[in-house]
């Protein structure tokens, strides 16, 4: 089983960055992916941007660019830097690993932007 946090998520002026933190329990390298996805309200949950074990980076068409996935073995833990931020960024910013052929999330982190 792996548990995974999220944290960096505010408040931000339209235009303004932010860099979200997904911390894994375990050595992100026996994890198969991680990635980011986002659930704005009335809407559906969608995929942000994945990385693989062997680094490989994958993005939502409509956002690259703009956010980029990172990782740093050392601390466990996947990054995403987001820039250029709008409105429409807005929503609940999900953490996803998949480890062992199953799918673990954790908790959200809220980003807002203001206009």
Same mark, same amino acid.
């Given at each position: 089983?792996?548990?995974?946090?999220? &944290?960096? #998520? %505010?408040?931000?002026?339209?235009?303004?960055? *932010?860099?979200?933190?997904? !911390?894994? +329990?375990?050595? /992100?390298? @026996?994890?198969?992916?991680?990635?980011?996805?986002?659930?704005?309200?009335?809407?559906?949950?969608?995929?942000?941007?994945?990385? &693989?074990? #062997? %680094?490989?980076?994958?993005?939502?068409?409509? *956002?690259?660019?703009?956010? !980029?996935? +990172?990782?740093? /073995?050392? @601390?466990?833990?996947?990054?995403?830097?987001?820039?250029?931020?709008?409105?429409?960024?807005?929503?609940?910013?999900?953490?996803?690993?998949?480890?062992?052929?199953?799918?673990?999330?954790?908790?959200?982190?809220?980003?807002?932007?203001? +206009?």
């Amino acid at each position: 089983q792996v548990q995974v946090v999220e &944290s960096g #998520g %505010g408040l931000v002026q339209a235009g303004g960055t *932010l860099r979200l933190s997904c !911390a894994a +329990s375990v050595n /992100i390298l @026996r994890i198969a992916a991680m990635g980011w996805h986002r659930q704005a309200p009335g809407k559906q949950r969608e995929l942000v941007a994945t990385i &693989s074990n #062997g %680094g490989g980076a994958d993005y939502a068409d409509s *956002l690259k660019g703009r956010f !980029a996935i +990172s990782r740093d /073995i050392a @601390r466990n833990t996947v990054y995403l830097q987001m820039n250029s931020l709008k409105p429409e960024d807005t929503a609940v910013y999900y953490c996803n690993a998949k480890y062992r052929g199953e799918s673990y999330w954790g908790q959200g982190t809220q980003v807002t932007v203001s +206009s």
